[in-house]
């Protein structure tokens, strides 16, 4: 009864402690990391992605009553095998209106885009 009793314990535990309520978003990009190409196509791509992303997020939230800040990871793997993951927090209902949400695509845009380092604009 003792040993069960400290296997439910720990059980307990290193639940408490690995379950932070992170969400893991995966997207697989043939774009280089902080590369000081300028080509058009890159640009393009950038903006893609980021755009996927962002919606991504906003899926999430859409479907989740955010209680509490929200933690994502985004983890980009390009096609030479390199890992850039990405740490974004949402704070709690970041937003509430058709206007507040087009708000929050903007500025989520502006921070993955410095990421990036993508010339076009957020435009919906």
Known sequence: MNQFFKFFIILFISNNIFSQDTIFLNYTSDLPFQTSNESEYYHLESTVLIRNI???IAE???????LKDQKFTIIIKNLSGAVFPINYL????PYNSVSSKEKFMEKSYDWF???????FAYKD
Do not use: C, M
């Open 90 to 93: 949402v704070s709690k209902n």
């Open 60 to 66: 999430v939230i859409d479907k989740k009553n955010l």
């Open 54 to 56: 962002i919606n991504d």
């Open 113 to 119: 885009n410095r990421t990036f380092r993508s010339n």
